[in-house]
């Protein structure tokens, strides 16, 4: 079965056991995390969107407009309304998902204080040209929830900006969290948290047979739970999935280099079936993301579902991205006529599952059944 989502592979079930019993190696972690963030402190948070508070109310952003990507996570709205921030939204390049950098100059105003630059699905935006083109009037914030390890020049992304965060849990099995990148005068104290049911439910669904007991049962009970916030400030990372991190941090240089060469040969084989691939040097592939061929739009959804008969467990992240969801719509008055490529991608998007783990087998074998359900389409 192939997931998405991070999974815990048996032979590392040691490994995850004793992250439930062990408490983590702080000392040995801040070292490790040094590496990447040489002159910034780290804080650990339960959520990444608890780090975006943190520097909302760190760079008094509350009552002021920022820029940001059309093509986001809607888990934004909220944040913007409880802060009373003013979005201007940005279209994307579609070869990149990233910000298209000639919108900024047509949407910044005298009112900008701040741009939120997402380094989508793991690609590096490119963030000097975004500097040029502002001429360093904006607090750059770096959305690096699929950007852990990603860098240019020796640069690592989270260095670019003001401030950065990022999610955990999307890049590792790490049950929740965030990170919070950030100057090192910046004062925090943050609420203890403890591993709980919710936790629990996350520390199964990296092992796949509970993952496929979710897919089948939890597609059917979510849709009626109403969508909120996890918690309503921020607080810690809990013991759990902070050890949890550290441990699979150990060889994540190794296992980045081999999910890199895995994700550029999946790549290859998705353009021969006409599949549009975020094409750079600079990729993490946090998310293997494609467009589905243009003559298959209409069926992408069916196509996603169908291959669930193989066990391929594809998602469609941002298929529904803030311009979409209805009240920020209202809100905010939105033209989506504006925003012609993120209304592109959110119908064509497609996240291929790749693990660090997987061989060029195992992606021979998910091309093969794309092949066939593309075939019966």
Same mark, same amino acid.
């Given at each position: 079965?192939?997931?998405?989502? $991070? ?67 809607? %888990? ?10 003013? $979005? ?51 607090? %750059? ?21 003001? =401030? ?163 009240? =920020? ?49």
């Amino acid at each position: 079965m192939y997931f998405v989502h $991070p999974q815990i592979k048996l032979n590392n079930l040691d490994k995850a056991i004793l992250s439930l019993a062990r408490s983590p190696d702080l000392e040995k972690l801040i070292q490790k995390l040094s590496f990447y963030f040489p002159r910034k402190q780290f804080i650990f948070t339960d959520m990444g969107r608890s780090a975006f508070k943190i520097i909302i109310e760190k760079l008094n952003l509350k009552n002021s407009e920022v820029l940001l990507p059309a093509y986001i996570c809607d %888990i934004f709205y909220p944040i913007f309304k409880r802060y009373n921030i003013r $979005p201007v939204f940005l279209d994307i390049d579609l070869e990149t998902f990233n910000i298209d950098t000639e919108e900024i100059e047509k949407k910044i105003t005298s009112k900008s204080k701040a741009i939120l630059i997402c380094h989508t699905y793991g690609l590096l935006s490119d963030i000097q040209r975004i500097k040029e083109i502002t001429n360093n009037r904006l607090l %750059i914030i770096e959305d690096c929830a699929h950007s852990f390890g990603l860098q240019k020049n020796g640069i690592f992304a989270g260095n670019l900006g003001e =401030a950065a965060f990022f999610s955990l849990y999307k890049f590792l099995p790490t049950l929740r969290g965030g990170l919070l990148v950030c100057p090192r005068d910046w004062q925090i104290n943050l609420a203890e948290t403890f591993f709980d049911f919710r936790d629990c439910l996350s520390f199964l669904n990296c092992f796949s047979i509970f993952a496929l007991l979710f897919k089948i049962f939890g597609n059917r009970i979510a849709p009626k739970i109403p969508r909120k916030e996890k918690r309503e400030w921020p607080s810690a990372l809990n013991r759990v999935s902070l050890n949890l991190f550290q441990r699979f941090l150990e060889n994540f240089e190794k296992s980045l280099k081999k999910r890199i060469e895995l994700a550029l040969y999946f790549q290859e084989e998705l353009k021969k079936l006409g599949f549009q691939v975020q094409e750079s040097k600079n990729n993490v592939f946090c998310y293997l993301s494609a467009l589905i061929p243009g003559n298959l739009k209409s069926k992408r959804d069916c196509f996603v579902k169908t291959l669930r008969k193989y066990k391929i467990f594809c998602t469609r992240i941002w298929q529904t991205p803030i311009i979409l969801n209805p009240r =920020a719509q209202r809100e905010y008055q939105i033209n989506l006529n504006e925003f012609p490529n993120t209304v592109e991608a959110a119908k064509r998007i497609i996240n291929f599952p790749l693990q660090n783990y997987y061989t060029e087998k195992e992606i021979k074998k998910m091309i093969f059944s794309i092949k066939k359900v593309i075939a019966n389409l």
